[in-house]
């Protein structure tokens, strides 16, 4: 697909015209990773920052929020949980925290690895190569570190570097994928100052970089962060925090990296809380990571506002996945290789 064509599918509003993009999607989808949806039990281990991100709930900055940090008993009640729902995986994922301890993340892991079936995905943000190393030998088979946009601009704006420190997400992103991981990014959609340009270079990225795991969301105001008290900004942008929007990108992604594994994210149901789920599946997602948290901590992993849910694992997955004639899919739900 050339630069021409893309461009005028991510600005494309025409319903019937798009039926053939989500068609095609949905199609390569199909044929490239199958019917099955792979499920991950999210666990959101930490709300501790030291990052300063514009867009995110959790940053340093918000002084009013209380932090919290999961103990290894009750992470591994968690994970006991996501084993007897028969889940692949357990994905465990903080702010920025160093009190999230190289050693003990590591006995973490092997405890994990030790005691569960599970695959084990890591989302702990910018760390040094010396953790992700050590966290690799102890077990984790997969880490996620979204580069949120392809905007350099945009994105040294948005997210203020560390004090003295520029950290590059796209050279972490190599540095884990010569560790042997599976590895995976990934965007927002619809941030104040992208463009429908960014968005193309965002998805050559993914495509570049042979991406093992895409996750494409939607931006989400949060009142409490500086994007989020700037509505003005928002009516600025060019692209669209839209559900419609992220569908597109998701469905594009999905032409160009076919055998990646897409969720359907928690912010798309977000934005559209009655079928943004479903509709990220029929579009060209093949994963569901439902969020396991303890409801004690999940509101303070106040990242963008979301409803709360009541139950662990929120809405019914399993009705979801039977409801579109797919199935839930079996064992850890690696990145295929090949064309089955
Ligand atoms: N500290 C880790 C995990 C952050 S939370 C890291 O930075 O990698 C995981 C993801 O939530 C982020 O990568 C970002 O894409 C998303 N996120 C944060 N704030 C958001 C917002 N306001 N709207 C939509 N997505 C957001």
Same mark, same amino acid.
């Not at 999607?25 to 039990?41: F, I, K, N, P, S």
């Given at each position: 697909?050339?630069?021409?064509?893309?461009?005028?599918? +991510?600005?494309? $509003?025409? @319903?019937?015209? +798009?039926? *053939? +993009?989500?068609?095609?999607?949905?199609?390569?989808?199909?044929?490239?990773?199958?019917?099955?949806?792979?499920?991950?039990?999210?666990?959101?281990?930490?709300?501790?920052?030291?990052?300063?991100?514009?867009? =995110?709930?959790?940053?340093?900055?918000?002084?009013?929020?209380?932090?919290? %940090?999961? #103990?290894?008993?009750?992470?591994?009640?968690?994970?006991?949980?996501?084993? *007897?729902?028969?889940?692949? #995986?357990?994905?465990?994922?903080?702010?920025?925290?160093?009190?999230?301890?190289? #050693?003990?993340?590591?006995?973490?892991?092997?405890?994990?690895?030790?005691?569960?079936?599970?695959?084990? !995905?890591?989302?702990?943000?910018?760390?040094?190569?010396?953790?992700?190393? /050590?966290?690799?030998? /102890?077990? /984790?088979?997969?880490?996620?570190?979204?580069?949120?946009?392809?905007?350099?601009?945009?994105?040294?704006?948005?997210?203020?570097?560390?004090?003295?420190?520029?950290?590059?997400?796209?050279?972490?992103?190599?540095?884990?994928?010569?560790?042997?991981?599976?590895?995976?990014?990934?965007?927002?959609?619809?941030?104040?100052?992208? &463009?429908?340009?960014?968005?193309?270079?965002?998805?050559?990225?993914?495509?570049?970089?042979?991406?093992?795991?895409?996750?494409?969301?939607?931006?989400?105001?949060?009142?409490?962060?500086?994007?989020?008290?700037?509505?003005?900004?928002?009516?600025?942008?060019?692209?669209?925090?839209?559900?419609?929007? !992220? =569908? *597109?990108?998701?469905?594009? &992604?999905?032409?160009?990296?076919?055998?990646?594994?897409? @969720?359907?994210?928690?912010?798309?149901?977000?934005?559209?809380?009655?079928?943004?789920?479903?509709?990220?599946?029929? %579009?060209? /997602?093949?994963?569901?990571?439902?969020?396991?948290?303890?409801?004690?901590?999940?509101?303070?992993?106040?990242?963008?506002?979301?409803?709360? $849910? !009541?139950?662990?694992?929120?809405?019914?997955?399993?009705?979801?996945?039977?409801?579109?004639?797919?199935?839930?899919?079996?064992?850890?739900?690696?990145? %295929?290789?090949?064309?089955?």
């Amino acid at each position: 697909m050339d630069k021409e064509t893309i461009l005028s599918w +991510l600005k494309e $509003e025409d @319903p019937k015209r +798009l039926e *053939k +993009l989500w068609q095609e999607a949905d199609e390569v989808r199909a044929r490239c990773v199958g019917d099955e949806v792979h499920l991950r039990g999210l666990i959101e281990i930490s709300n501790y920052c030291i990052n300063r991100c514009y867009y =995110c709930g959790i940053n340093r900055d918000i002084r009013t929020l209380a932090r919290y %940090r999961m #103990t290894e008993e009750e992470i591994m009640a968690v994970v006991r949980e996501i084993v *007897k729902r028969g889940y692949g #995986t357990v994905v465990l994922q903080s702010g920025e925290d160093p009190g999230i301890k190289r #050693t003990w993340m590591s006995e973490l892991i092997r405890r994990i690895k030790g005691e569960t079936p599970l695959a084990v !995905t890591l989302s702990l943000g910018e760390r040094n190569v010396g953790d992700f190393a /050590a966290w690799r030998k /102890a077990g /984790a088979d997969r880490y996620l570190l979204k580069f949120e946009t392809s905007n350099r601009y945009l994105y040294r704006y948005l997210h203020p570097p560390r004090q003295g420190e520029e950290i590059d997400r796209l050279i972490l992103l190599e540095e884990l994928s010569s560790l042997g991981y599976e590895v995976g990014s990934g965007i927002m959609v619809g941030l104040p100052g992208q &463009t429908y340009e960014d968005l193309y270079e965002d998805l050559s990225i993914f495509r570049r970089l042979d991406l093992d795991m895409i996750g494409i969301g939607p931006f989400i105001p949060h009142p409490k962060t500086p994007l989020g008290c700037h509505p003005d900004w928002l009516s600025r942008s060019e692209v669209p925090n839209t559900d419609l929007m !992220t =569908c *597109k990108v998701i469905a594009l &992604t999905r032409l160009l990296c076919p055998m990646a594994n897409i @969720p359907s994210t928690t912010a798309l149901a977000t934005v559209n809380p009655a079928s943004g789920r479903i509709l990220g599946l029929e %579009r060209g /997602a093949n994963v569901i990571m439902p969020n396991f948290t303890p409801i004690k901590y999940r509101k303070l992993y106040d990242i963008y506002p979301r409803p709360q $849910e !009541t139950a662990p694992g929120g809405e019914d997955p399993l009705s979801i996945i039977l409801s579109l004639g797919r199935r839930p899919g079996k064992g850890p739900g690696n990145r %295929r290789r090949q064309i089955f």
